[in-house]
């Protein structure tokens, strides 16, 4: 759930990034179909310290911790320097379902709005709930890997197609 005044400033297929009305926060909420890998707690928060650390030039782990809603899931907050020069705050919560399943949820924004809405975005990830059963993600996931063989079985019959033509 996230706070009724943000809109959706972009959507994708596995990726929404949501702007609060002024600008100041961008707030991306990314899911993934792990293929069967499974992340320690202890993995799960190196891997949100490091988008964290990908996000902000100079970086450095602010805070981390785990979110104890859920069987696996870790927050991790970095200082450094956005694009822009100003100070920054990446907040990233990242919550396992499954053994397979992994939700990302990035909030960036200036040192100062941070402050403001660090409760916020607890909340946010707090209020979060998987809606899907294990056997439908595992079909969900059945589905995506079998339209990605095809997809590859198809550009390959396009590539030998054009290199017999030729």
């Known amino acids: 759930t996230v ?3 943000w ?8 990726c929404t990034v949501f702007e609060n009305g002024d600008g100041t ?3 991306v909420l990314k899911w993934e179909l792990g293929g069967m890998s499974y992340f320690s707690k202890q993995e799960l928060a190196g891997l949100a310290a490091d988008i964290g650390k990908a996000t902000l030039q ?14 696996a899931a870790v927050k ?13 705050v990446c907040d990233t919560a990242i919550i396992q379902y499954f053994h397979d399943v992994r939700y ?20 946010i990830a ?20 079998a339209a990605i063989l095809e997809e590859e079985m198809q550009q390959e019959q396009n590539t030998e197609e054009n290199f017999e033509q030729e």
């Open 3 to 5: 706070p009724i005044d």
């Open 25 to 27: 926060i961008s707030f």
């Open 104 to 123: 990302y949820l990035t909030a960036v924004t200036d040192a100062g709005t941070y402050a403001e809405y660090e409760k916020v975005y607890t909340q």
């Open 76 to 88: 991790a907050v970095c200082t450094g320097t956005a694009e822009n020069g100003v100070t920054a």
């Open 126 to 145: 707090n209020s979060f709930t998987c809606a899907l059963t294990e056997d439908e993600v595992y079909e969900k996931m059945n589905e995506q890997t």
């Open 58 to 71: 100079d970086a450095e782990v602010y805070q981390s911790l785990e979110l104890t809603k859920f069987d």
């Open 7 to 14: 809109e959706v400033a972009s959507e994708a297929e596995n």
